[in-house]
């Protein structure tokens, strides 16, 4: 991760920086100190850096909630902050190597944009858990006709893929750095033509973290077409086993079942796994019907202007429901006095959110960096919050 050590500055630098207004949009201290956050924003977009002290250094790095996929965009910004601020660096990792592929930041595509989502083909599949990208990259290649989206919720395979976007000139393939579970409830009913699921952590010690579920066979089912397909692989006996009984329990579908089906592209995984003799299970699930559309009317706005003090004292213990939680965590003031920040998180337990609560000195509240998926657990947190805050 791109991040500078710096030695102890004036951070009256920081103020003036975010009293211009060009590069950094706001400095909050964390209650209890020792943390701050840092707004900047460039053309793109805004994001928060984290600066945190050290006896006798400082580290600044983009923070783990709002940091953009491009590592290059936080590289510069961190450049230019250094540069503006006037910092001593100690050590940095922020240098562009020359050379490198670029990544196709266009083919980026954060969760917000399926909210109101249109796609540019009429085809489309998507890949949960892509990984090194082989078979994601295959398709789009083999299938120029079809989009095909790929959710990767670890970030460095997701730069990877991009990169390769970039240098094979495709355009039918979107990357989304992101929970699939969520991503699969804002896709409109009746669109995909397939869900391909190919090799997931199989969770054997901590099955509730799988991605294959009931419920995500459910939405599956929903936002695939009549005759689409859901396709998982696995070489694990046990998800086998466990994904057979979830697949039999749906309702109004077919599926098969193969073992050892090859396929023209195979990741380094499948490749070792097969010199190794291991038995490879490939679960076919089809859809049969027409599902109904898709809840689309959740809002997740603060219509009236908060007090901060109500803020400031929201509970520090979580909050458990039947289907959903909420969590706040750190709590930050801006150093001008204009509002603050508090960490929220939310939703379901196995696929929460994490954001920001984020409100000026007009009492005006907002999540950042955007709002959450359009859930129905989600939506109980949001009302929560709502009540907690508005009394």
């Known amino acids: 991760m791109p991040h500078l050590i710096v030695s102890p500055f004036d951070k009256s630098r920081l103020d003036r920086l975010v009293e211009a207004g ?173 869900v391909y699921v190919h090799f997931p952590v199989p969770w054997d010690k901590n099955p509730h973290r799988r991605v294959i579920s009931e419920r995500f066979v459910a939405e599956a089912m929903r936002v695939l077409r009549p005759d689409g397909i859901l396709e998982l692989r696995t070489d694990s006996d046990r998800y086998y086993r466990y994904s057979l009984e979830v697949f039999s329990a749906a309702p109004k579908v077919d599926f098969r079942v193969e073992k050892n089906r090859d396929l023209p592209v195979v990741s380094k995984y499948e490749a070792r796994w097969r010199r190794q003799a291991k038995d490879i299970y490939t679960l076919t699930m089809r859809a049969l019907e027409e599902s109904p559309r898709q809840r689309a009317d959740y809002r997740f706005d603060f219509d009236v202007a908060v007090d901060p003090d109500r803020i400031r004292s929201l509970p520090g213990q979580a909050i458990v429901e039947e289907g959903w939680f909420v969590h706040f965590g750190s709590r930050y003031r801006r150093a001008d006095g204009r509002g603050g920040v508090v960490e929220c998180s939310f939703g379901s337990f196995d696929r929460p959110e994490h954001k920001y609560l984020r409100w000026d000195e007009t009492g005006r509240l907002t999540y950042f960096p955007g709002r959450p998926v359009r859930t129905a657990a989600n939506f109980a947190a949001h009302q929560r919050i709502g009540a907690l805050i508005h009394g």
Request: aromatic share 6%; hydrophobic share 40%; net charge negative.
């Open 22 to 194: 060009e590069l950094c949009t706001m400095r909050a201290i964390r209650e209890g100190g020792g943390i701050e956050l840092l707004g900047v924003r460039d053309e793109d977009g805004e994001f928060f850096l984290e600066l945190k002290e050290r006896e006798e250094d400082w580290v600044i790095r983009a923070d783990k909630i709002t940091r953009p996929l491009d590592s290059n965009r936080i590289k510069k910004l961190l450049a230019a902050l250094a540069r503006q601020a006037e910092m001593t660096v100690r050590h940095s990792n922020i240098r562009l190597a020359p050379g490198k592929p670029p990544i196709a930041a266009e083919y980026d595509k954060p969760i917000e944009a399926f909210e109101e989502v249109a796609f540019p083909f009429e085809k489309v599949a998507l890949e949960v858990g892509f990984g090194s990208g082989r078979h994601l990259l295959w398709q789009a290649e083999q299938h120029p006709d079809t989009l095909f989206i790929g959710i990767e919720i670890h970030t460095p395979s997701a730069q990877q893929v991009l990169k390769q976007i970039e240098l094979r000139g495709l355009r039918n393939i979107w990357v989304v750095n992101y929970d699939a579970r969520l991503l699969l409830e804002m896709l409109p009913s009746n669109r995909l033509e397939a």
